[in-house]
């Protein structure tokens, strides 16, 4: 029941993402071109589509956490840390510098697949490789201390 429900959500975003037209990496870096704003060409539908899915996560959130435990886990598995360190802000740099070059996160990559686009597939291989690369970096690094 735990995978069923995990892959009718992701066809849920999945579909979500489709229909809003953020696999068209196009339409995505229209809308970081802030440049465009002079030219009247910016294409202010991604905020849109973030502001929609905070709509529907903000209460969503709001009504799980009001339960006791999840449906299918014993407890919630939050993060323990708050710290903000080097490795969040290069993380979340590296992820938006990405985005803003590509047109795609992890995320809206997966349902483009079905367009059958080589860039697509090309976005996946360095994201992997990304991930192969990050992996290979922290296992050589000293471990890190508890906050």
């Not at 996160?105 to 483009?112: F, H, K, S």
């Not at 686009?117 to 690094?141: C, K, N, Y």
């Amino acid at each position: 029941m735990r995978l069923l429900t995990a892959l009718l959500i992701g066809l849920i975003f999945g579909l979500g993402i489709s229909v809003s037209g953020m696999i068209n990496p196009a339409k995505v870096l229209n809308f970081f071109d802030l440049a465009q704003i002079r030219a009247g060409t910016w294409d202010p539908s991604l905020a849109f589509v973030m502001a929609g899915a905070l709509a529907v996560a903000i209460p969503g959130y709001r009504l799980v956490f009001a339960r006791p435990a999840p449906a299918f886990e014993d407890r919630f598995q939050l993060p323990d840390t708050r710290v903000i360190d080097r490795r969040l802000i290069l993380g979340s740099a590296t992820f938006g510098i990405g985005w803003g070059i590509a047109g795609f996160c992890p995320g809206g990559a997966l349902p483009a697949i079905g367009s059958g686009d080589p860039v697509v597939f090309l976005f996946l291989a360095a994201l992997i490789g990304g991930l192969l690369v990050a992996r290979a970096l922290q296992s050589r690094a000293p471990a890190r201390k508890p906050a």
